[in-house]
């Protein structure tokens, strides 16, 4: 399998349910996994996918410049590091951001988001 290949398929779907329907995130979470938003610490599905979909806004359409990701660790995790642009309704000029994910393999062959870093970057 071709780690690449994972993390711009994982970076496709996760982004894609986010601008269209942040909910649907949940199935990529599991109890221990853990957000940090801006800084604010989250833990488990239900309070990662309430905090995403409390959001000031109801829509955005993310923009990905790029993807980045290595292997992590002997249970086959892998680390995945995404930067791009975020355009809100209403709104003249995008937003820049950063984003880190470490996925994790689960028994029937797809991966879990266990951590997940998100940061606006101002310039």
Same mark, same amino acid.
């Given at each position: 399998?071709?780690? !690449?290949?994972?993390? %711009?398929?994982?970076?496709?779907?996760?982004?894609?349910?986010?601008? /269209?329907? *942040?909910?649907? #995130?949940?199935?990529? +979470?599991?109890?221990?996994?853990?957000?940090?938003?801006?800084?604010?610490?989250?833990?488990?599905?239900?309070?990662?996918?309430? %905090? #995403?979909? /409390? #959001?000031?806004?109801?829509?955005?359409?993310?923009?990905?410049?790029?993807?980045?990701?290595?292997?992590?660790?002997?249970?086959?995790?892998?680390? $995945? @590091? $995404?930067?791009?642009?975020?355009?809100?309704?209403?709104?003249?000029?995008? #937003?820049?951001? /950063?984003?880190?994910?470490?996925?994790?393999?689960?028994?029937?062959? /797809? +991966?879990? $988001? @266990?951590? !997940?870093?998100? *940061?606006?970057?101002?310039?």
């Amino acid at each position: 399998m071709d780690p !690449d290949a994972v993390a %711009k398929a994982f970076v496709g779907h996760y982004y894609n349910l986010f601008d /269209s329907n *942040r909910a649907n #995130l949940a199935g990529l +979470y599991q109890e221990g996994s853990m957000l940090t938003f801006e800084g604010e610490k989250i833990q488990g599905v239900q309070s990662i996918v309430g %905090k #995403l979909t /409390s #959001l000031p806004f109801q829509q955005c359409k993310h923009n990905i410049s790029t993807v980045d990701c290595q292997p992590s660790g002997p249970a086959g995790g892998m680390l $995945v @590091f $995404v930067s791009g642009s975020l355009q809100l309704p209403g709104e003249q000029h995008q #937003l820049k951001f /950063s984003q880190m994910f470490h996925l994790m393999p689960t028994p029937a062959g /797809s +991966y879990y $988001v @266990f951590n !997940d870093i998100f *940061r606006l970057n101002y310039a």
